[in-house]
């Protein structure tokens, strides 16, 4: 017996508007959990990544050692770097936001102090002129010049991290990724699409956002975005 025309579920096609009236609630506790790993992961990232970048910035032989392990933690594949973090974590959402947090620091580390190392001396001698003590001469001056990099810098990492959160599915805290593997596991075109298009909508929105704020910060850089 064949399914009704107009009952795409039946017939498993890989656009099906009942999909989304169906599995709404599904749906949107996937994108929010998919939200809130990305988030916080990003965050995290962020929080380390800068003190790293500003010890590697005032002490040389610091850098060395910070790039090289960054470097070699996003060089290991994302299954072996969960696999590695398991006895630690357990399967549960830390995992992955653990995970995503090493994989984010090698290029928020490197383009922090990119930035930073790209601030003219002359300005720094400037502010330093005009009474300017360390802690406001980085506040005020060296951060602020230094954004542009590091926003670059962000919404890669932001972008990646939309990515590999549907690595978690092996875990059970895909987001999306619980939707796309289930779905290709049982063979659920519907699912497997509208998951995948939703993950690259979340992708390009939060660019899209990052974009905005440092349009926002860096107006003297605008005409260069």
């Not at 579920?9 to 790993?37: F, K, M, P």
């Amino acid at each position: 017996m064949t399914a009704p025309p107009d009952d795409c579920l039946a017939r498993n096609d890989w656009l099906c508007g009942s999909y989304l009236t169906s599995r709404r609630e599904i749906l949107q506790d996937a994108v929010i959990q998919h939200l809130q790993l990305t988030a916080v992961s990003v965050s995290v990232g962020l929080l380390l990544a800068l003190p790293l970048a500003l010890a590697a910035r005032r002490w040389r032989w610091a850098a060395g050692p910070v790039l090289g392990v960054t470097t070699i933690l996003y060089a290991v594949p994302s299954l072996a770097m969960f696999s590695l973090l398991l006895p630690v974590y357990g399967l549960s959402a830390s995992l992955v936001v653990a995970g995503l947090v090493l994989y984010s620091l090698t290029l928020l580390v490197r383009n922090i102090l990119a930035g930073l190392r790209a601030v003219p001396e002359e300005t720094r001698q400037a502010a330093r002129g005009m009474g300017y003590g360390p802690i406001r001469l980085l506040v005020a001056v060296e951060l602020p010049l230094a954004l542009p990099t590091a926003m670059a810098g962000l919404r890669i990492v932001t972008v990646s991290a939309v990515s590999l959160v549907t690595v978690g599915a092996i875990v059970g805290y895909g987001g999306l990724g619980n939707l796309i593997y289930s779905g290709m596991n049982t063979h659920f075109k519907a699912q497997v699409l509208t998951a995948s298009v939703l993950c690259v909508v979340i992708a390009v929105c939060a660019d899209l956002l990052l974009l905005g704020v440092q349009r926002l910060l860096t107006p003297w850089t605008r005409g260069q975005l």
